[in-house]
């Protein structure tokens, strides 16, 4: 299984630089339907459940992790005049759900959803992300796998992808909505 993660990784890594060469258009909304698919096309159960502990869990970590970090950065650009409705179930159903699935459940699960498994899937994110450097300037992409990190610890305690998609979801918000 290792080695169809790792191959769907790899398109995934292609698909994410041709989006960016493109400029986003069809690639770029495909992504998230890839990220989705490619785990049930290749047989692997993802681990989900809605639960409270799940949730208390993904809500701790985030409020944890995040009041600081939102308390200390500069307070220039915190109207969060973006933050609508769509961006909220952007970010959520398009954005922390899929890279979640593919990410946690499917690509550090085959990996053995062990410390090493998680600080492989974390610097495979971040590597995700390196077109958006590459193309946009977008030095922040560079900083994401610190919060992969968190993601990728909060699966392997949990082995639920919801309380990493809370977390995603919310450094997500807290990152586009308020400090850009």
Known sequence: MKKKAYYAYIVLLLLAFLSHIQGAGFIGHFLPVYLLAAPIVLQRKI??????????????ASLVILAPFYLIMPTAGRAGADITARFIMTQLLAVALPEEVFFRGFLQE?????VKAAL???????LAHLPAFIF?????ALL????????????LRSANILPPVIFHFFC???FLGFML
């Open 110 to 114: 085959a990996l053995g959803n062990t």
């Open 172 to 174: 997500n918000v807290l």
């Open 136 to 140: 946009q300037h977008d030095v922040y």
């Open 47 to 60: 681990r989900f459940s809605f639960s409270v502990k799940g949730l208390l869990l993904g809500l701790s």
């Open 120 to 126: 492989l899937s974390s610097g495979l994110f971040s």
């Open 144 to 155: 994401t796998f610190f919060p992969s990190l968190v993601m990728g610890f909060l699966y």
